[in-house]
């Protein structure tokens, strides 16, 4: 039964509203074969925000007519059927290039209109989908890329994250959010999915019922980054496995029918949570459903979704093995290669973690050792050098209309200088985004680096970069702090070798660079970045 839209008479809608109120995002697929057969051209302009539905953005310029595509993986779990899909995608119609994205998902570049229902077939027959990876919808839901295997888990969360993701795929009632909406579902303790930048998390808790110890859940809610960052709130609530479908669809419903439409930038739930509060948020929950108080929070230390190296599973005499793929891109051979690895030594699947890495699951404790010899590991390896194995980068200028600044290769180069240059005895996180739409996650890094423009001496609009400092999602979560000084792209490199430089040498033995920021304070950083930038100048 179609739902009421409670907002149609809201005079005030955004422009996107009255047209979403028109046109459903998901009729653009009604549209895409149509549009496949009478070229680009074809496609009115008005119509181009509608491809996001479809998992479609145009790429910079919009004029030329290539997209990107972004691929739903949830939980971040492919069998080797769908990696080989995904590798001929890239191959025949994506110019090789695969990224992988802070929210597990994969994604293509350089797509043609007249290829997508291609595309589209060659993904259904291998059940994936693009649908809703981006839009004003439920977007890929990020899992624990361990479900199943995580001897740090309590519950099994793969099939739960399958049967939400289920659920809400063409889902109509659901699909015109005021924005994006992104869930996290994961029980592994170390919080690899970064709960507190989503909109909605399901994170592992423990709660005595009846006597008992129920393994379930907490709730954080109104998580973001973007221009105006929040961290999530945790409410007040214990949810069982099988309630945790329903309770999305709670949270999804009032975001729906309550969450803001009249301006763009203040429509995500982050902004409700906000002014109503989790205690208010609760209320209006138990309108809907009747939930018991928190539990146990099983949370300890945070790992930012990185596995490296050979770790043994849940299931005796069975490893994952983790790989650092450098600033998360891949090109069409070397999935196909992952692919054969994981199939001859393992089960054939791959798991994309939200730090842009990859795990390989199921190799049995005999055949470690053949598969770290393959060639591939070279590049791809299990122990990458500090800086290039904690670096996070969004697609950049590349291809995203959005950004300012060339991100991707920048930020793989940067890594490579920092580790030829520095040695470091802890990791150094360090995040690059061309916009301030943070996709590559700056604020939740030790260093954040966010591209601008801005004037040279000689008085031309260059590339530059803004950066911020001592981010976490570990106990006592928050976001980095913006340092004053812009540094131009050019120089980037050498003024981060410097601002690292000192902290390697006043740092104590063992201490990290949220733990260091923290103890010293933000201004001795400004400081330091002040006299580099300063002597840069002279």
């Given at each position: 039964m179609a739902y009421t839209k409670v907002w149609a008479d809201n005079e005030k809608l955004s422009k996107e509203e009255k047209a979403k109120l028109q046109k459903d995002g998901l009729d653009i697929l009604d549209d895409i074969p149509v549009y496949a057969e009478q070229g680009f051209e074809s496609i009115p302009k008005e119509e181009w925000s509608l491809?996001?539905?479809?998992?479609?953005?145009?790429?910079?310029?919009?004029e030329d007519g290539y997209f990107m595509m972004r691929v739903n993986v949830p939980s971040g779990i492919l069998n080797q059927e769908q990696s080989l899909a995904l590798a001929d995608i890239a191959k025949v119609y994506g110019r090789d290039v695969i990224d992988i994205t802070t929210r597990q998902a994969i994604q293509f570049h350089w797509l043609q209109i007249q290829d997508i229902p291609d595309i589209y077939h060659r993904?259904?027959?291998?059940?994936?989908?693009?649908?809703?990876?981006?839009?004003?919808?439920?977007?890929?839901?990020?899992?624990?890329?361990?479900?199943?295997?995580?001897?740090?888990?309590?519950?099994?969360?793969?099939?739960i994250v399958n049967d939400v993701y289920d659920y809400f795929q063409h889902n109509r009632d659901f699909s015109n959010l005021p924005r994006k909406f992104k869930v996290s579902i994961s029980s592994?303790?170390?919080?690899?999915?970064?709960?507190?930048?989503?909109?909605?998390?399901?994170?592992?808790?423990?709660?005595?019922?009846k006597g008992e110890v129920t393994d379930g859940?907490?709730?954080?809610?109104?998580?973001?980054?973007?221009?105006?960052?929040?961290?999530?709130?945790?409410?007040?609530?214990?949810?069982?496995?099988?309630?945790?479908?329903?309770?999305?669809k709670v949270i999804t419903t009032i975001f729906r029918d309550y969450g803001y439409r009249e301006k763009r930038h203040r429509a995500r739930l982050k902004f409700l949570l906000a002014d109503w509060g989790p205690e208010a948020f609760k209320e209006k929950m138990e309108e809907f459903i009747k939930l018991p108080s928190k539990g146990t929070n099983l949370f300890e230390a945070w790992n930012a979704g990185y596995f490296y190296g050979v770790h043994p599973q849940k299931q005796a005499g069975l490893n994952y093995v983790g790989l650092n793929i450098p600033v998360g891109r891949l090109y069409s051979d070397e999935l196909i290669e992952l692919s054969r690895i994981s199939?001859?030594?393992?089960?054939?699947?791959?798991?994309?973690c939200n730090s842009q890495n990859i795990v390989?699951?199921?190799?049995?404790?005999a055949d470690v050792d053949a598969l770290l010899k393959e060639d591939l590991l070279e590049r791809l390896n299990i122990e990458p050098k500090p800086f290039i194995g904690s670096s996070v980068s969004c697609t950049g200028i590349e291809y995203c209309n959005l950004a300012l600044v060339e991100t991707k290769e920048r930020m793989r180069n940067i890594a490579n200088y920092l580790d030829d240059h520095l040695k470091v005895d802890v990791p150094v996180r360090i995040h690059m985004v061309g916009c301030p739409n943070a996709c590559g996650q700056r604020q939740i890094a030790d260093i954040g680096l966010q591209g601008i423009k801005m004037k040279n001496k000689e008085k031309q609009l260059v590339e530059a970069f803004e950066i911020y400092v001592g981010g976490?999602?570990?106990?006592?979560?928050?976001?980095?702090?913006?340092?004053?000084?812009?540094?131009?792209?050019?120089?980037l490199q050498e003024v981060l070798l410097k601002f690292i430089s000192y902290f390697t040498e006043t740092k104590q033995d063992g201490e990290n660079f949220h733990d260091f920021y923290q103890r010293?304070?933000?201004?001795?950083?400004?400081?330091?970045?002040?006299d580099i930038i300063d002597q840069q100048a002279s």
């Open positions: 491809f996001k539905w479809a998992g479609l953005y145009l790429q910079k310029p919009k993904l259904e027959k291998v059940g994936l989908s693009s649908v809703g990876a981006c839009g004003d919808i439920m977007r890929t839901i990020v899992g624990n890329p361990l479900a199943g295997v995580d001897p740090n888990e309590r519950i099994n969360t793969k099939e592994n303790i170390h919080n690899a999915q970064n709960a507190e930048i989503n909109c909605l998390s399901f994170t592992p808790a423990t709660k005595e019922i859940f907490h709730v954080y809610v109104g998580g973001g980054l973007s221009a105006k960052p929040y961290l999530a709130q945790e409410l007040d609530v214990f949810v069982t496995p099988d309630q945790v479908k329903e309770v999305t199939k001859k030594y393992g089960n054939g699947e791959i798991r994309t390989i699951p199921h190799i049995a404790d976490t999602l570990t106990h006592g979560a928050q976001f980095n702090e913006k340092l004053k000084g812009k540094i131009e792209a050019p120089v010293i304070g933000i201004d001795p950083l400004q400081e330091k970045l002040t």
